[in-house]
């Protein structure tokens, strides 16, 4: 959703309010693409501070689904998505000209892609089903969760494998 700013950003001094959504669908990174479970609306609140600076608050909670890392089930996992972002607004400023803010094009301000890098950082490193997940057999991708593989649990030493290969002929039956 795109939001246009025009109006506080000429009025010196002025807030607004505004609810607005999200009309992301799922979270596309190189990571892959995760679907968003749920989300609601939220008021977000914008004030132009005397024309030098443009302050942009609001909050919200997205539920997107993930794999959990050890047996890929799906984790529905809550990101709580706080905004308090200032922009400088004077040309000549400093911090005008170092910050890069790819979510304002002109007078408009895209609030997809603002969530979009909010959630960005606090992606979690590692998502897991449970602390206790057991993952998926190696062999048969079995979920170790839901039940025991007949698989050989113990994998020999692969440089010990010609010794295995002689004890295994000479094995009395």
């Given at each position: ?32 693409q995760?679907?968003?479970v ?5 008021v977000?609140?914008?004030?132009n ?66 969530i ?58």
């Amino acid at each position: 959703m795109k939001v246009e700013l025009a109006d506080i950003l000429s009025c010196e001094n002025r807030e607004m309010s505004e609810q607005v959504e999200i009309e992301l669908l799922s979270f596309d990174s190189k990571l892959g693409q995760f679907p968003i479970v749920r989300k609601a609306p939220f008021v977000m609140k914008f004030t132009n501070e005397e024309n030098r600076r443009l302050f942009i608050q609001g909050e919200t909670e997205i539920t997107i689904a993930i794999p959990c890392d050890r047996c890929l089930e799906q984790v529905e996992r809550a990101f709580s998505v706080v905004i308090e972002k200032e922009i400088p607004l004077e040309k000549g400023s400093p911090e005008a000209d170092t910050d890069e803010v790819d979510y304002m094009t002109g007078t408009s301000l895209d609030v997809d892609q603002l969530i979009f890098g909010e959630i960005l950082v606090s992606w979690p490193m590692k998502v897991l089903c449970r602390e206790d997940c057991r993952g998926i057999c190696k062999r048969c991708g079995a979920s170790l969760n839901l039940r025991e593989c007949q698989c050989q649990k113990a994998e020999p030493d692969p440089r010990m494998a010609a010794i295995q290969d002689i004890f295994n002929k000479f094995k009395e039956v």
